[in-house]
């Protein structure tokens, strides 16, 4: 009897000593206990949740008005860039062509083989000026969209939308600059 009342209270010791939960809960079915409060798994539309920083925690109407104003001309912006880029490139790549087409009337090159050829005739020469501001703009760009990802992942609907509303409309306006940039 005392064997077994032993070995009972060791398998019940053993299993908190190895199945120890550290004072986690796991389970997904709720929401999540952060430092400032806690995080809501599922679409929702109530106040207090970070936003990108420990502090930028809307708790009120106006501040949660104002974050969504900000999503909103952040989403422009990044429209806006889209469609500078899209011109610029057209701008650039015409330069380039020309810069091309003067360079091999100056000198003849000699061509190893039909694929180097090609190559030469469709790749623009790296020029400076124009590639380190197109990698700037493109690292902007980057970055304004993984701003938007977490921002998307705080399931908080009033920014979701301000996103998606800011994208739309930064598309009906700069779109089209964009778009006839590559026709011309």
């Not at 053993?14 to 995080?39: I, K, P, W, Y």
């Not at 106006?62 to 490139?89: H, N, S, V």
């Not at 009033?158 to 994208?167: D, K, Q, R, T, Y």
Request: charged content about 10%; hydrophobic content about 50%; overall charge positive.
């Amino acid at each position: 009897m005392h064997s077994t009342l032993l070995v009972a209270c060791l398998l019940y010791h053993a299993q908190r000593c190895f199945c120890a939960d550290n004072g986690m809960n796991m389970t997904m079915d709720g929401s999540m206990e952060l430092a400032t409060g806690q995080m809501l798994t599922y679409l929702h539309f109530t106040l207090g949740d970070t936003l990108w920083f420990l502090g930028w925690v809307p708790q009120s109407r106006g501040a949660m008005f104002g974050a969504c104003i900000g999503l909103f001309l952040l989403a422009l912006l990044e429209r806006w860039l889209a469609a500078c880029k899209a011109i610029i490139e057209v701008h650039w790549n015409k330069s380039a062509s020309r810069m091309l087409a003067a360079k091999q009337n100056d000198t003849v090159i000699p061509k190893r083989n039909a694929a180097d050829g090609i190559f030469r005739r469709l790749a623009p020469p790296f020029v400076a000026a124009y590639d380190l501001p197109r990698g700037v703009i493109y690292a902007a760009q980057a970055l304004l969209n993984y701003l938007f990802m977490l921002t998307v992942m705080t399931f908080q609907l009033a920014f979701i939308f301000s996103l998606v509303i800011g994208l739309g409309v930064g598309e009906t306006l700069f779109g089209r600059f964009g778009l006839s940039a590559h026709l011309h």
